[in-house]
């Protein structure tokens, strides 16, 4: 009977596949070009809510609801882009636990700076509806930077880091 079941168990069932995970495969150069010219184009529209004035767009002195959008419009495709790209570096189907928490750091980075930054149009602002323009004040800029920095270490995270073999 032991035979039996040394023949059962070491022989490879056809009903159940082997499971195949390329653990050294080459990270897929499509998705990284993708994801870094996505992040190029996020730049340059963040740059155009940042400073319009680069593009001869300058058009009044304070920074409203229209530029601000456009910023954050322009850091969510660099997070989408840097995500991409670094996603695709992973050799392996499965991430680490710190690579899945740099990936929602980034999401509550951003986060931070739509509310931060939106703070005075949901009405949480110091400068409040419809009595007051909005205003994109210091400590908004402060949170925006705050956020910024939270997806900074996010993306930090998200690197797949090589250990070394001694």
Request: charged fraction near 10%; glycine fraction near 10%; include cysteine.
């Amino acid at each position: 009977m032991s035979e039996e079941f040394s023949e059962i168990s070491s022989s490879p069932s056809a009903t159940e596949p082997t499971p195949t995970v390329p653990i050294a495969s080459q990270p897929s150069m499509r998705r990284i070009r993708l994801g870094l010219l996505l992040a190029l184009v996020g730049f340059l529209v963040f740059l155009l809510g940042a400073r319009p004035s680069l593009f001869n767009l300058d058009r009044s002195p304070v920074v409203g609801f229209v530029q601000l959008a456009v910023l954050l419009v322009g850091l969510a495709l660099i997070c989408l882009g840097g995500y991409i790209a670094i996603i695709a570096l992973w050799r392996v189907p499965v991430r680490s636990i710190a690579a899945d928490i740099g990936a929602r750091m980034v999401a509550t980075g951003y986060l931070i700076c739509v509310f931060t930054g939106m703070a005075d149009i949901f009405g949480f602002g110091s400068q409040r509806l419809p009595h007051q323009v909005p205003y994109f004040g210091p400590l908004q800029a402060l949170g925006v930077q705050i956020g910024e920095l939270v997806i900074a270490i996010g993306f930090l995270m998200m690197m797949p880091y090589r250990q070394r073999k001694s």
